[in-house]
């Protein structure tokens, strides 16, 4: 079945370190690749998406590029803020035409960053 | 900015009380999930809903009930609540490839 595998926590960085999380899939057909986001105490928010292979969701500094030869969707930022401390969710939803149209998240990856 | 609600945030309840989780939308979605989160914070798929008097248990088998009688309403509930329960609940809708999340209401079952 689908399923969605990602870098394990926590990962600690100073301010200004360049982020990696990264997020490998397994899905029959083209799935739509999500990373979320969940600041404490909060619920998750969307913070970027890509639908197809090649394409590349950016939001807020971050961004992540949809590679199905590799089958991954890797979070990427050039310069972590403290502000940027939160989970983080890979996910990806099948294109089962509304019957098993499920999100399915990855485990989460929280991301400590010290001033 | 979405329009979906959860309450309460916070509940410390007894054991062998019955509780409702309450989860509203304002957004006319007809997808609409609850997901249990554990500690570690892995996000389990509990119940689901394509529309009005549609719903389906999802991966993780759960005490707990649904029913969706309206559009925007999808509560939950445990009829007799016990320590096993206690954990974080989020509720979500769907449009298109896009979910919304409320912001969960934690459970504390003593």
């Known amino acids: 079945g689908n399923s969605v595998t990602q870098m394990e926590g926590p990962v600690t960085l100073s301010e200004e370190a360049f982020l990696t999380i990264n997020c490998t899939y397994t899905a029959t057909g083209y799935p739509s690749l999500f990373w979320y986001v969940q600041y404490p105490g909060e619920g998750l928010q969307l913070l970027l998406k890509?639908?197809?292979?090649?394409d590349k969701g950016s939001n807020k500094g971050f961004e992540a590029t949809y590679r199905k030869e590799t089958t991954s969707f890797h979070l990427e930022k050039g310069s972590v803020q403290v502000s940027d401390s939160a989970v983080y969710f890979c996910a990806l939803s099948d294109r089962m035409g509304g019957a098993t149209n499920k999100l399915i998240f990855g485990t989460g990856t929280l991301l400590a960053v010290q001033p | 900015e979405a329009d979906i609600y959860q309450t309460p945030r916070y509940l410390v309840i007894g054991t062998g009380k019955k509780i409702t989780l309450e989860c509203s939308q304002t957004?006319?979605?007809?997808?609409m999930y609850w997901y249990q989160q554990d500690p570690g914070m892995e996000l389990h798929l509990i119940h689901y809903?394509?529309?009005?008097?549609?719903?389906e248990k999802g991966d993780l088998s759960s005490e707990s009930t649904v029913s969706r009688i309206r559009t925007e309403h999808f509560p939950l509930t445990l009829e007799s609540a016990r320590p096993s329960h206690t954990s974080q609940y989020l509720c979500?809708?769907?449009?298109?490839?896009?979910?919304?999340f409320g912001q969960g209401t934690r459970l504390t079952v003593v």
């Open positions: 809903s394509y529309g009005v008097n549609s719903t």
């Open positions: 957004m006319g979605h007809d997808k």
């Open positions: 979500a809708s769907r449009v298109a490839t896009e979910a919304f």
């Open positions: 890509a639908t197809k292979a090649d």
